[in-house]
C-alpha cells in the first residue's frame, strides 16, 4: 500500500499537471449594460472573462460563448435565475482558461497569444431574446440578445474594433450562439480582418425521439415564444420558415456567408440523452445506464443511436461542399471538445485523419488546407475519449 507521504506527493504532482494545462482568468462585468436593460434573467449585469493578447497575436480576438441548456418557460426561467446561468451574482470570479482558450503554445499552437474571451451565459436562449416587459411577480428579463450586443460593444471598446484575426466560437447552447450570430458577428468587425466562426457541439438537428414524438421541436419553438427570439433569428431563414425551426443549424447554415467551421460528435452525447432519448420518451429509464456510458448500450439501443447518426449526417448535407464550411465530425459519445485540453490538444486527443481538432481548426482558419472530414461508425474510432463532457448543472430538457 503506498504510504501518507507518497501518496500526497502523487497528489501534489497531478494538481501541478492540471494547472500547467490551464490558467485562471478573472471575471469582468459589463456595468453600463444594466441602463440599456441587457441584463441576465435576474437584471444582473452580463459578464465575461478576457485574457489579453500578447505579441503578434495582440490584435487577434477569439470571443468564446459559454454553454449550459436553454429555459423554454416561465418555470424553467425561474428555476435558473438564482443560479450562475441566470444571474452573474452567482458566477465564479475566476474560471480556468484551457483547451482553445490556452495561452500556452504547447496546448493551444494557433490561437495561445490571441486575446481569448469567455463570454458567461446567463440569459437561456443563446444570446437571441429581447422582451421588454417584465414580469412583476417573477421579475424574469428575456434580454438575451441586448446582452449580446452590450458584450460586443465592451470588447470593441477594449481593442476588439482592430482586430487583424477573429473567431466568434461556443460550446452547446454557446455554439449554437456562434452560428445563429456568426454574419451578426462578421458586420461588427473591421471589412478588412479575417473573421470566421467555429461550433462546437452545437449542431442540434430535428428528429423524432424513440417515442416517436417531435420533442426537441416543440421545446426550442417554446424557447422563441418565450424569449422573443424570432426577431433576433437569421431573415434569411424566418423568410421562409416558422421562427421555432430556425433555432437548428440544419435550416439556416446554407445561408451563412462567413466562413464557419463545425466541431460535433456524430454521437453527441447531449443529443443522445436529450433529443433521441429524453426522459419524457423514456418513462420506464430503459435509457438511463445507456445515456450514462455508451459501453452499458444493448444492441438494439446502439442500432438506434446508429439511425441518429445516419440522421445527423443527412443534416450536415445542406453545408455543400463550399471549403468555406468546415467540419470534424468524429465518432465519439462526446459533448463539447474544443475547452477541454485533453481532446482540443494532446498527446492522446481525438484523431481525424491523424489530425487533431486543434490542427484541424487551425489549418482551416489560417487557410493552410481545407478540412472536412467525417467519421467511420461508432466504435472504430480508437482514438475516441467516450465520456459526457456536458457544462455542469446543464438542466435536460
Same mark, same amino acid.
Given at each position: =500500500?503506498?504510504?501518507?507521504?507518497?501518496?500526497?506527493?502523487?497528489?501534489?504532482?497531478?494538481?501541478? $499537471?492540471? @494547472? +500547467?494545462?490551464?490558467?485562471?482568468?478573472?471575471?469582468?462585468?459589463?456595468?453600463?449594460?444594466?441602463?440599456?436593460?441587457?441584463? *441576465?434573467?435576474?437584471?444582473?449585469?452580463?459578464?465575461?472573462?478576457?485574457?489579453?493578447?500578447?505579441?503578434?497575436?495582440?490584435?487577434?480576438? &477569439?470571443?468564446?460563448?459559454?454553454?449550459?441548456?436553454?429555459?423554454?418557460?416561465?418555470?424553467?426561467?425561474?428555476?435558473?435565475?438564482?443560479?450562475?446561468?441566470?444571474?452573474?451574482?452567482? =458566477? /465564479?470570479?475566476?474560471?480556468?482558461?484551457?483547451?482553445?482558450?490556452?495561452?500556452?503554445?504547447?496546448?493551444? #499552437?494557433?490561437?495561445?497569444?490571441?486575446?481569448?474571451?469567455?463570454?458567461?451565459?446567463?440569459?437561456?436562449?443563446?444570446?437571441?431574446?429581447?422582451?421588454?416587459?417584465?414580469?412583476?411577480?417573477?421579475?424574469?428579463?428575456?434580454?438575451?440578445?441586448?446582452?449580446?450586443?452590450?458584450?460586443?460593444?465592451?470588447?470593441?471598446?477594449?481593442?476588439?474594433?482592430?482586430?487583424?484575426?477573429?473567431?466568434?466560437?461556443?460550446?452547446? +447552447?454557446?455554439? !449554437?450562439?456562434?452560428?445563429?450570430?456568426?454574419?451578426?458577428?462578421? +458586420? !461588427?468587425?473591421?471589412?478588412?480582418?479575417?473573421? @470566421?466562426? &467555429?461550433?462546437?457541439?452545437?449542431?442540434?438537428?430535428?428528429?423524432?425521439?424513440?417515442?416517436?414524438?417531435?420533442?426537441?421541436?416543440?421545446?426550442?419553438?417554446?424557447?422563441?415564444?418565450?424569449?422573443?427570439? /424570432?426577431?433576433?433569428?437569421?431573415?434569411?431563414?424566418?423568410?421562409?420558415?416558422?421562427?421555432?425551426? *430556425? $433555432?437548428?443549424?440544419?435550416?439556416?447554415?446554407?445561408?451563412?456567408?462567413?466562413?464557419?467551421?463545425?466541431?460535433?460528435?456524430?454521437?453527441?452525447?447531449?443529443?443522445? @440523452?436529450?433529443?433521441?432519448?429524453?426522459?419524457? +420518451?423514456?418513462?420506464?429509464?430503459?435509457?438511463?445506464?445507456?445515456?450514462?456510458?455508451?459501453?452499458? *448500450?444493448?444492441?438494439?439501443?446502439?442500432?438506434?443511436?446508429?439511425?441518429?447518426?445516419?440522421? $445527423? !449526417?443527412?443534416?450536415?448535407?445542406?453545408?455543400?461542399?463550399?471549403?468555406?464550411?468546415?467540419?470534424?465530425?468524429?465518432?465519439?459519445?462526446?459533448?463539447?471538445?474544443?475547452?477541454?485540453?485533453?481532446?482540443?490538444?494532446?498527446?492522446?486527443?481525438?484523431?481525424?485523419?491523424?489530425?487533431?481538432?486543434?490542427?484541424?481548426?487551425?489549418?482551416?482558419?489560417?487557410?493552410?488546407?481545407?478540412?472536412?472530414?467525417?467519421?467511420?461508425?461508432?466504435?472504430?474510432?480508437?482514438?475516441?475519449?467516450?465520456?459526457?463532457?456536458? #457544462?455542469?448543472?446543464?438542466?435536460?430538457?
Amino acid at each position: =500500500m503506498m504510504d501518507c507521504t507518497k501518496w500526497l506527493c502523487l497528489l501534489f504532482c497531478v494538481l501541478l $499537471f492540471l @494547472k +500547467a494545462e490551464s490558467s485562471y482568468v478573472p471575471i469582468t462585468f459589463v456595468q453600463n449594460a444594466v441602463t440599456k436593460g441587457a441584463v *441576465c434573467l435576474d437584471g444582473s449585469a452580463p459578464a465575461y472573462h478576457l485574457d489579453r493578447g500578447f505579441g503578434e497575436g495582440i490584435n487577434n480576438w &477569439l470571443v468564446q460563448f459559454e454553454g449550459g441548456g436553454w429555459c423554454n418557460n416561465v418555470t424553467t426561467c425561474f428555476s435558473r435565475k438564482n443560479g450562475r446561468l441566470g444571474s452573474s451574482k452567482k =458566477m /465564479a470570479k475566476k474560471i480556468a482558461f484551457s483547451g482553445i482558450l490556452n495561452n500556452r503554445r504547447i496546448f493551444n #499552437p494557433d490561437f495561445y497569444n490571441w486575446n481569448r474571451v469567455k463570454v458567461r451565459y446567463c440569459d437561456g436562449s443563446s444570446f437571441t431574446g429581447d422582451k421588454e416587459e417584465v414580469n412583476p411577480t417573477t421579475q424574469l428579463h428575456f434580454r438575451g440578445a441586448r446582452v449580446f450586443a452590450a458584450v460586443m460593444q465592451d470588447l470593441l471598446t477594449k481593442g476588439m474594433k482592430n482586430a487583424r484575426n477573429a473567431i466568434i466560437s461556443g460550446c452547446s +447552447a454557446g455554439g !449554437l450562439t456562434s452560428i445563429l450570430h456568426c454574419d451578426h458577428f462578421r +458586420a !461588427l468587425l473591421p471589412a478588412g480582418a479575417k473573421v @470566421k466562426c &467555429l461550433s462546437d457541439a452545437g449542431y442540434f438537428i430535428n428528429t423524432r425521439d424513440v417515442s416517436g414524438t417531435q420533442h426537441i421541436e416543440q421545446f426550442f419553438s417554446q424557447i422563441v415564444a418565450t424569449h422573443g427570439s /424570432a426577431k433576433n433569428l437569421p431573415p434569411s431563414c424566418t423568410s421562409r420558415l416558422s421562427p421555432g425551426l *430556425c $433555432f437548428f443549424p440544419q435550416y439556416l447554415v446554407s445561408q451563412i456567408r462567413t466562413p464557419i467551421f463545425f466541431v460535433n460528435a456524430a454521437y453527441d452525447s447531449w443529443q443522445i @440523452k436529450n433529443i433521441l432519448a429524453p426522459g419524457v +420518451a423514456d418513462p420506464e429509464g430503459h435509457w438511463h445506464s445507456c445515456k450514462l456510458d455508451i459501453n452499458n *448500450c444493448s444492441p438494439d439501443q446502439l442500432e438506434l443511436m446508429q439511425g441518429f447518426r445516419a440522421q $445527423f !449526417l443527412r443534416a450536415l448535407t445542406v453545408l455543400g461542399n463550399s471549403p468555406s464550411k468546415g467540419m470534424f465530425i468524429d465518432s465519439c459519445y462526446a459533448h463539447c471538445q474544443t475547452e477541454m485540453q485533453e481532446t482540443w490538444f494532446r498527446t492522446d486527443s481525438p484523431l481525424l485523419n491523424k489530425t487533431t481538432i486543434a490542427k484541424a481548426v487551425g489549418d482551416w482558419f489560417f487557410e493552410r488546407k481545407t478540412f472536412r472530414q467525417i467519421d467511420c461508425p461508432y466504435p472504430c474510432n480508437p482514438s475516441c475519449h467516450n465520456r459526457v463532457f456536458e #457544462p455542469e448543472d446543464q438542466p435536460e430538457v
